[in-house]
């Protein structure tokens, strides 16, 4: 295939100068984009060579060691799998952690995804006051940041103080009004879990809003244009156009709220102190191991099923 | 035109039966209160969900604009009773306002078009100019996404304070650089794709790109364009949204990302970085700034209400550009819907 297109082009050009081609013009169409591909590619392929699988690397051997601060630098005493014995059987935090993480993935992701793609329907529709409302649920970007989450050292006592009584206040009234109404308390509690989580939902959903809407409005509305003349009605177009065209999105979706629910996890928090307050840096390097590999395991999996039904315009 | 031909057709025989019911039969009935529900339960829900997003907002700028005395006050709950701009004077002064805002905007800027660029090729790349393990290399782009930064804090650290490439640099002048401690670490993560995030952001536009039509470059290739050209005036146009997208998203997480800024280049003009010092230390931020203060004002520290008023202050003036920016940026994204509603493709 290749080799045809050379010799179309070569003699084609043949028939002008009687030079033939040499370097980068004498590729094929196939090579030449290859060799673009690979140039643009550069500037990504040095960054996650030099500092990202490189220190990936030296943090998976460093979890084979027990490593002390020394003169200069560090000291290394090699104590094999000791460390993952260690935080897997010892440590009587990490796995409680480990097994918070996954609950706490099982919940979230869904919902978000949920609740995302909801929302971006609905923002991406035409009604009045559509501007004012995208601008309000795209503040959560900024707000999950944690800039306005303020921790004044004196205030702390005073404010939890508050929240409790007033918390507990609101909270027990709903619980007698609603178990008296008689709804089985199982329910009751999934209810209330769901309801106290909206803030955290809805903070955390921002940006899959935004990749959400923006593969909204990418469908083509000539789509909805031809179904509606073929007699599709709302909920048809939804399952029939709607769905497929953002099927790539709710992958990304998936990997984003995968990531960062592992990334805000709190066991990131006590691989830091493992790794940093308490100086077991050799430790804390083995959590970060099997955290990952647990992570990668379970985002490279749902990834996988997924884009088996994502479809793509184009192939 | 109909509707308003036939309003003055009731106005003129108010009590025509047939007419009545054949202008409102069951079926327009039914029409009508369902699309009445349908806005209805949009307004509903959009405006409950956005007062959950917007009460913490309010809450801060409350705090802000109350007088310090008025603070705590029970009639104070929504409205406050007396408003005075000290407190955001004094977070003006604690955060060294307008010197730090540039610093940080600048360094925001520069981070978000070189980890932009960075990922526009990349993803291109990934998305249509193939070569031999392309495929591989994506799924360490997912790979990227998907491990938390901190886990390589150690191992980055190291090799950023003993920057070589190759030994290249040690031979030249006798030591490895060290970045730590100014932005080029920043920038370099960045420019490399490795900085805030960096691996999302290939990965959103790969699939943007994807989903253009590839006869358009091929079109574009055959009339004579360079791959180069091809890219710059063809496909980075139809990405525009996206690019946006991740411009914007890029911008505002390197402005409040502290993790990096403090491993790398750590300084009290970052304002996400000195913001999170000073709500911890907030009686002290408070005492410093006392004799630069206007004499007018009664300054008090010990109060926790006055701390957490300040600190409120604080809260506001960092994130205040994010959300002017945000206002105007928001303008450019309904112009991008309604341009390719218009276009109809």
Redesign the interface.
Known sequence: MSKNKTNNTASSQAAMPAKKKRGYAALS?TK???????I??C??????L???????V??FY?ALFDMRLANNGFSFDFVGIENFRYILTVDPDYNQELIAALQDMALNVPIQIFVALF?AI??N?K?PG??F???????????S????T??????ET?NLAAEETEGVMSAAFFTETLSNSGIPSELLSMIQSFVSS??EV??TAG?QI??F??GL??I???LYEVAKLEGCTQFECFCKITLPMIS??I??CL??S??DT??KAEI?EL??TT??TSAQ?GRG?AM?AVY?AM??GI??LL?LIVSKVVF???? | MTTKALKVDNTASRFNKEDFKKRYNKHVIRKRSMAFLSTLFRYVLLITLGFVILKPVYDIVKQTITAQNALGMGNSVWIPNAVSRQSILEAWLILDYPSSLLYSLINAAVLAFLQTMCAAFAAYSFARLKFKGSGLLFGFVVFTIIVPPQSMMLAQYISLRNFDIFGIIEAITGSPANLIGSMWANYLLAATGVGVKGGLYVYLLRQSYRQLPVSIEEAAYVDGAGFLKTFFKIVLPGVSSTLLTVAVLSFVWNYSDTYYASLLSSTTRNLCLNLQFVQGNMRWAIMDIEDKMPLDYMISWDSPMIQNAVASACALLVILPLIIMYVFVQKRFVQGVERSGLGGE
């Open positions: 169409y030449k984009k290859g060799l673009w591909g690979f643009l590619l500037p990504w392929l040095i960054g996650f030099g500092f990202f699988l490189i220190p990936l030296q943090t460093y929302l609905m923002l529709a009604f559509r501007g409302f995208r601008t309000i649920f795209f503040i959560p970007i900024i707000l940041t944690g800039i306005l303020i921790e004044v050292t004196g205030l005073f909206i803030f809805i903070t940006v935004l990749i809407l923006s409005q990418g083509s509305p000539s790539p999105m992958l990304v990997v984003y995968l990531s592992f990334a990131s691989i830091d790794m940093f840096y390097a970060s990952f992570s990668v985002t490279l990834t793509y315009y184009d192939n």
